[in-house]
């Protein structure tokens, strides 16, 4: 069975559920018909960086709907029936490429961060909530503009990627400088989605480091 979406008004009222290919299906036919879409739901997004603050972006599978074969931020996902934003993010960076993590408050990320093993751990934060998100995509060479109440995460790892499903056909690392460098040069390979992702370039610095005290005599 396909994952179970509630979607939503764009006044936000909740109109009802359905299974998420049908959902996108009627969301592109209505896109297709009219030029937009009347209809939203909820999802999750997530930047995650190295230690040295790397971007890890995944290429999408090309066996994926929507943007086949394009470099992405490091995870998207919807939020199921049921489900909070924080369990999402965990659930997807666990189901596509095997990272388990964690989600902390925004007050307490330095320091955990700073404290943390990112070998072992990756540490997440709330970084954005935008209401009405509208990612531009291309779906067997059809454009078409998906509307969401999108959470966005930002956060650190610096352990091992495994891909547990086939959403993903390829992770690369990338300094900002080369991101910026490369989507100039080969806009077409990267998603619209990456394109707002700089927007956040002051929060892609190296992780903070654990410093300790010097305790007083």
Known sequence: MDELLEYYSVQGELLGCMEKKRLHQKMR????????????HKDVRLILMTSNGRL???RRSKW???NAGLWDKTIGGHVRKGDTADITI?????????????VVEEKHFKD???????NILGVLTKLVYLDNF???RTHKNEKWVEKSMSQFYIGYYDGPI?????ESCGIQTFTLDELEDDMKKYPRLFTNDMKYILKFKG???????????????
């Open 162 to 166: 495994r891909f547990v499903d086939n």
């Open 112 to 118: 955990t961060v700073a404290t943390t093993n990112l």
């Open 134 to 136: 509208h990612s531009k």
């Open 90 to 102: 965990l659930k997807e960076c666990a189901e596509e490429l095997g990272i388990p993590t964690t």
């Open 64 to 66: 994926k709907g929507d």
């Open 203 to 217: 929060k892609i610095i190296p992780a903070p480091r654990n410093i300790p005290k010097v305790l007083n005599d």
């Open 29 to 40: 036919s209505e896109f297709a018909k009219n030029g937009e879409v009347s209809v939203r």
């Open 56 to 58: 890890i972006l995944q």
